[in-house]
């Protein structure tokens, strides 16, 4: 693509940036500076205008949506005086589109039915994911608030410990990917380019090891209401 057509089509396209901007204040706060989120936001939209190839067919506004969003998601994480849960409920967010993103390439569900337990099987991921993020993140000494009671505090230990212990027990590839992606915060991309494994192969393997971590465990031990919700 030549230089020309990027110019063209990142002038057609900055009223994205604005929209995803919008959205990230809602979702966040108010308060976040609307010129480093403008900052990030143009690293993305330079990062889409680099890969993106017409000759595919794709919307360059589908390409690049998610790119701007995950650049600003990336530079959030890397900003420093954010309280520790607005860390995790960036990191939540962005999981939670990156998973959501590797599903569009799926085929088309056959009929309603199917597209009902679709949608039932990616709420379950969603919230297996949630409750994945919050707790590798208290794992690492990060506490989401002060507990409420002695109680709900060994609740949260109890399934720390569990949960990490039911993610060693994963096939290799699948643990290997848990923890890069929920305990040591690597992007899809950054465990791509470390194990040498195609993005969306990578999303397929979250995505059968969050279903795997499901099904151990009943709606009972997952405990949604132990850890704090996301706001927004």
Request: aromatic letters at 8%; glycine letters at 4%.
């Given at each position: 693509m030549d230089q020309k057509t990027r110019h063209e089509l990142a002038r057609e396209h900055l009223p994205l940036i604005d929209e995803i901007i919008a959205v990230m204040k809602k979702r966040f706060g108010a308060h976040l500076d609307e010129n480093e989120l403008r900052s990030f936001a143009m690293e993305g939209m330079a990062e889409a205008l680099n890969r993106f190839d017409p000759s595919r067919g794709v919307n360059f506004r589908t390409f690049a949506n998610p790119r701007i969003r995950g650049a600003v998601y990336d530079g959030l994480s890397k900003a420093g005086w954010f309280p520790r849960?607005?860390?995790?409920q960036i990191a939540f967010f962005k999981r939670s589109e990156e998973l959501l993103h590797y599903r569009e390439d799926d085929p088309a569900p056959k009929d309603k039915v199917e597209a009902v337990h679709r949608l039932a099987d990616s709420l379950k991921?969603?919230?297996t994911a949630y409750v994945t993020t919050y707790a590798a993140t208290e794992e690492k000494n990060e506490p989401a608030s002060e507990p409420a009671d002695a109680e709900q505090q060994l609740d949260r230990q109890r399934y720390r410990q569990r949960?990490?212990?039911?993610?060693?027990?994963?096939?290799?590839?699948?643990?290997?990917?848990?923890?890069?992606?929920f305990y040591e915060d690597m992007s899809l991309r950054e465990i791509s380019n470390r194990i040498g494994l195609d993005r969306s192969w990578i999303s397929r393997l979250l995505s059968s090891g969050l279903a795997t971590l499901r099904k151990r465990f009943d709606r009972d031990s997952m405990p949604l209401d132990v850890f704090e919700p996301p706001d927004g």
């Open positions: 849960r607005l860390h995790r991921e969603l919230a949960l990490s212990e039911s993610i060693n027990r994963l096939p290799g590839r699948q643990s290997e990917i848990m923890r890069y992606y």
